[in-house]
């Protein structure tokens, strides 16, 4: 059998295991497109329909229980339903879930994570991880009064304009002299295009021909320390460094984008790689599981908002930093404790340890990727370093572990990437192990 005819014996029989979800799929798409308000959500033949999470499993329509490695694309990093943020929630929502005016727990919030970021003196709270990134890229251009900003290749920030710029490109649209930008939906206008320069991931030579060229139009750089779309592939040190001097050279604001690899230590990326940026755009963990988002950074750069001081840019939110999410937010952030990082990190060299073994065991090329509690596959013999190496990677075999992962019972990233909890031990670690190993073999 070829690969892709594997991947279809997968495929058929997920199907046959979930004929509730497929029943919902089809109503679904009677008032939403694709079924569902989120791209991420849907996967071929159809995604299975969750109704319940608890602690490390969720639960479909069908009634299987899955080993859930997704959780919620990493935000969930103490589980489904924990106890305190369910409380949290709940003793918030008895007295309100919004207001017109400020709350304590905003205050609360924003002291727990100014004290823990190297990068924050001031923070502000948004509904998403788009919004944040959005409006650190404003800050920087009212900052330096530059209109451009840079990219990297295959980085992923949100949803804005700005952003939607060489995301996710094939293979074949990739010019082969070096990154371009190419629009990620039809639509975009020009104008976008030309206002986005496009680097290589770990590629310090051609990022300082770049950034030197276009200094002066240059308002900022915006990255993420760990990429998530390369399978958590964290930067070099010394290219992150050298993109760290070279930007405070230049005059153009650094933004970490930190909205996943916020949890990879108390202080995120940053702290853990030992490189500070100017600004950093945050979501996932901080909401307990609910809307979150948030961006910070030095001073000088966050009284930009500061109303007593004239605001020249003004920032509104209707739910931006509502009291429910801060609630659960500082509910989780206290559970994160030095001692928490340290066990989930370890666990996740522990797992990408025990998943290179698997797959050399059944002479498979594949890498690895990952830091702290993260961990992508990639079935590849060339080494990942930026995206050109991901997209070079047999995809169909990805897939195939997705699916086959799925009929085990365990739930991952469509993209073969995953992330621990606070509840991840060496059983749900192992377990994942296994299922991988009875997967493989059916592939190979």
């Known amino acids: 059998m070829t690969t892709q005819q594997k991947l279809q014996h997968e495929i058929d029989q997920f199907a046959a295991s979930t004929p509730v979800s497929a029943q919902k799929q089809a109503d679904a798409e009677r008032y939403l497109p694709g079924g569902s308000s989120r791209g991420t959500a849907f996967f071929a033949p ?139 939906h039809p639509g ?87 490189v500070i940026p100017d600004m950093t755009s945050f979501g996932k963990i901080i909401g307990g599981g609910t809307p979150v988002g948030a961006f910070g950074g030095r001073a000088e750069l966050m009284e930009l908002f500061d109303p007593t001081k004239g605001a020249p840019i003004a920032h509104a939110g209707t739910f931006n930093a509502n009291p429910v999410t801060m609630a659960a937010g500082e509910a989780v952030m206290n559970h994160l404790t030095p001692d928490v990082y340290e066990r989930m990190n370890a666990l996740g060299e522990e797992l990408r340890a025990k998943l290179r073994a698997v797959f050399d065991e059944f002479e498979m090329p594949t890498q690895i990727t990952g830091i702290g509690s993260l961990f992508g596959i990639h079935f590849t013999s060339e080494e990942i370093r930026d995206y050109r190496d991901v997209v070079r990677a047999d995809q169909t075999m990805r897939r195939a572990l997705f699916m086959g992962l799925l009929n085990e019972g365990v739930l991952l990233q469509s993209g073969a990437a995953g992330a621990m909890t606070s509840l991840t031990t060496e059983t749900e670690i192992d377990a994942l192990v296994d299922a991988t190993r009875r997967v493989t073999q059916r592939l190979k």
């Open 188 to 274: 975009l206008p020009q104008s976008i295009l030309d206002q986005v320069i496009v680097l290589p991931y770990n590629d310090l030579d051609w990022c300082e021909r770049v950034l030197r060229e276009n200094a002066s139009e240059l308002a900022c750089l915006i990255m993420e320390p760990v990429v998530s779309s390369f399978g958590y592939l964290p930067g070099d040190v010394e290219f992150l460094q050298g993109l760290r001097d070279l930007t405070a050279e230049l005059g153009i604001v650094l933004i970490y984008d930190e909205v996943q690899s916020f949890r990879i230590a108390p202080g995120g990326a940053q702290e853990a790689l030992g």
């Open 46 to 184: 159809h995604p299975h329909f969750i109704e319940r999470g608890e602690g490390h499993y969720v639960q479909d329509a069908d009634g299987s229980r899955l080993l859930d490695f997704m959780i919620n694309a990493t935000s969930l990093i103490l589980g489904h339903a924990h106890p305190d943020v369910t409380r949290a929630i709940q003793e918030q929502a008895a007295r309100g879930a919004a207001f017109t005016g400020p709350t304590d727990a905003q205050v609360r919030m924003a002291k727990i994570l100014t004290e823990r970021v190297p990068s924050v003196d001031l923070i502000r709270f948004t509904n998403s991880g788009t919004e944040g990134t959005m409006m650190a890229i404003r800050a920087a251009r009212a900052f330096t009064g530059r209109e451009k900003i840079a990219k990297f290749e295959g980085g992923y920030h949100g949803a804005h304009e700005y952003v939607s710029v060489s995301v996710r490109p094939p293979l074949e649209k990739l010019d082969p002299s070096g990154p371009t930008p190419i629009a990620e």
